[in-house]
């Protein structure tokens, strides 16, 4: 069985301070992590995925992930923030293979940006 | 860049009623995917379907669920006799691939009265 863990319902920071949204996981083999994002009214939209080629995933708008498997974490980071990445932060799991598309979410993590 | 797309946003229905949440994925994707979103819990996988046929299913798509693509463009979610417990926001997927990244509609909000 796998499982997320987003540490944090609520996130709030200052325009130009750093984003770190915590994530953990538990997984049985060898997971496919993710971080989707969700802006009002639209669907999730998937911003960075590991895939165990690169430990440091670079995804869109600036975001970065680390995969520390000692850790069990995938922490999403954003070094400068902007007011329009106000949205909700979603971690998922996957087991991959013929079930790559079945993935189990975090509870999700409403980033506030302020100027 | 493509959409996936919902119909309708919002949905009431009362308990007991058939309701059918319908989705059109992106037109070249092969696989299919709902999860939904009980107000305050996690995003939940519910069903993939690939081929004409489920692929997997979770524990919460019992006989009161069934999907379809009845036309090679819509994906539908039946809900056979819905219950208050089935009040949610559903949302479609597609990928191109069983490998590819997923693209999720906006959803919709089904209330159950």
């Known amino acids: 069985a796998q499982s997320v863990t987003q540490l944090g319902s609520h996130v709030s920071v200052s325009e130009g301070a750093l984003v770190l949204l915590r994530c953990n996981y538990s997984s049985s083999v060898p997971p496919y992590l993710f971080w989707y994002v969700q802006y009002p009214n639209q669907g999730l939209q998937l911003l960075l995925k590991y895939t165990s080629a690169a430990t440091l995933v670079k995804g869109i708008n600036g975001f970065e992930a680390e995969f520390k498997k000692s850790e069990t974490s995938f922490h999403l980071t954003k070094p400068s923030a902007h007011m329009s990445d106000a949205a909700e932060y979603f971690c998922a799991v996957s087991p991959g293979g013929t079930s790559y598309g079945k993935l189990t979410f975090g509870q999700g993590t409403i980033l506030t940006v302020h100027p | 860049e493509p959409e996936v797309t919902q119909t309708p946003s919002h949905q009431v229905t009362q308990m007991g009623q058939e309701v059918i949440l319908r989705c059109v994925p992106i037109s070249n994707h092969l696989y299919f995917y709902w999860y939904r979103q009980i107000l305050g819990q996690k995003v939940e996988f519910l069903v993939s379907?690939?081929?004409?046929?489920?692929?997997?299913k979770s524990e919460i798509f019992d006989d009161q669920f069934s999907v379809e693509r009845p036309d090679g463009s819509n994906f539908t979610l039946k809900i056979r006799s819905t219950k208050l417990e089935d009040s949610a926001m559903y949302f479609c997927?597609?990928?191109?691939?069983?490998?590819?990244?997923?693209?999720f509609g906006s959803g919709t909000q089904l209330s159950v009265l």
């Open positions: 379907f690939y081929n004409n046929e489920i692929s997997e």
């Open positions: 997927a597609s990928s191109e691939n069983i490998l590819e990244k997923l693209f």
